[in-house]
């Protein structure tokens, strides 16, 4: 099972950055697909949730609307848009899947928002 982020980077308050995780190694249709985030010394929060289908989304009022999560399940990736870049979103992202009591997570990527 891999899941594999890419898209984070440096980038100024204000822009915008596109965060893709590719997905392997098991059915990831079937898999709800979240995203996280961690910044230092802080715990890991929930950024971005997305159903099996897509056809449900869910967000923590501190990202709504700037953050929007999307699937691709015939390219077995989840993608995160994530725009108005503000320092405070620097984090390390991590994907998640999650079915039932089975959870994988990837790597991160690191996102830093800074002039």
């Known amino acids: 099972v891999q899941l594999v982020e890419s898209g984070g980077g440096l980038v100024q308050p204000g822009g915008s950055l596109r965060l893709s995780c590719a997905a392997s190694?098991?059915?990831?249709?079937?898999?709800?697909m979240s995203w996280y985030r961690q910044a230092p010394e802080k715990e890991r929060e929930l950024v971005a949730r997305?159903?099996?289908?897509?056809?449900?989304?869910n967000y923590p009022d501190s990202v709504k609307g700037r953050f929007t999560i999307s699937r691709d399940n015939a390219k077995n990736t989840v993608y995160l848009q994530i725009n108005s870049l503000k320092p405070e979103d620097t984090a390390v992202y991590y994907c998640?899947?999650?079915?039932?009591?089975?959870?994988?997570w990837g790597q991160g990527t690191q996102v830093t928002v800074s002039s």
């Open positions: 190694g098991f059915t990831f249709s079937r898999f709800a």
């Open positions: 997305i159903d099996s289908a897509g056809g449900s989304t």
């Open positions: 998640n899947a999650k079915r039932s009591w089975t959870e994988y």
